[in-house]
């Protein structure tokens, strides 16, 4: 079963959303035929890739407030990544673009797969939230990819061009297809799509619900166990009797 998830390195959510799941499939009895895949959104295509000021004086700036607003925003969702296990730094965190970020995480699906682009992306989010690191410079980047076991002579050529950028728009346009308006979004085996970082209960859900529809249990229509008609078995043939 493979799940989809469109997410920005940069959103709280996509993080705690990603917690989340990963305690759905912690206690699925089928997560080792799981298979997750990142998929590209920015929430702020304009961000600038030098950065010049915090999340807390752009939110502050953008609803209003201020930067103290802003970091009451931080706080709020900081207390629930705390709920996730999750300590993070995020009032340090820059507004930075992440379409580089993005190009590598291609480039890490392209090079080793789900289980390396998955690496990867815990890798990001990490820098960005728990290190408060500026993921659109590129020396960061590259630390971080290589970090992750993503070939460095792959990384300096993608970081030293604009490949895997056409991918990046592709999933974009992928997910404004599906109506997706905000990340994290899922997709549960290319038929349930699950907006937002719902309750682990909620993933357990919808993975026990689409696994059950992969491989459906027998419906009985002629004949109840004990009461089945002629048959042969293990004891031999039934014998119709004279």
């Not at 080792?32 to 702020?44: A, G, I, M, P, T």
């Amino acid at each position: 079963m493979r799940i989809d998830i469109w997410s920005d390195v940069v959103c709280p959510w996509c993080f705690i959303g990603k917690r989340r799941l990963e305690t759905a499939l912690a206690s699925f009895e089928h997560a080792d035929d799981v298979e997750v895949v990142w998929h590209s959104f920015q929430l702020d295509p304009g961000a600038p890739d030098v950065p010049v000021e915090t999340v807390a004086e752009a939110l502050g700036s953008k609803y209003g407030g201020g930067p103290d607003a802003g970091k009451d925003m931080i706080d709020r969702v900081e207390a629930v990544a705390a709920e996730e296990g999750m300590v993070w730094r995020h009032h340090d965190s820059l507004r930075v673009g992440t379409l580089d970020a993005h190009r590598l995480l291609h480039l890490a699906h392209h090079e080793g797969g789900s289980a390396l682009q998955g690496t990867l992306k815990e890798a990001l989010l990490s820098a960005y939230f728990v290190e408060a690191r500026n993921v659109a410079d590129h020396a960061v980047l590259r630390e971080v990819a290589v970090g992750a076991g993503v070939d460095a002579t792959a990384v300096d050529r993608v970081l030293g061009s604009d490949e895997l950028a056409d991918e990046v728009w592709a999933d974009i346009e992928q997910a404004q297809r599906f109506g997706a308006t905000g990340v994290p979004f899922f997709v549960i085996d290319e038929k349930y799509g699950v907006s937002g970082a719902q309750p682990a209960d909620t993933f357990t859900q919808v993975l026990e619900r689409a696994w059950s529809e992969r491989t459906p249990a027998v419906q009985m229509v002629a004949g109840t166990v004990g009461e089945s008609g002629e048959a042969c078995g293990p004891d031999g043939c039934a014998v119709p009797q004279q």
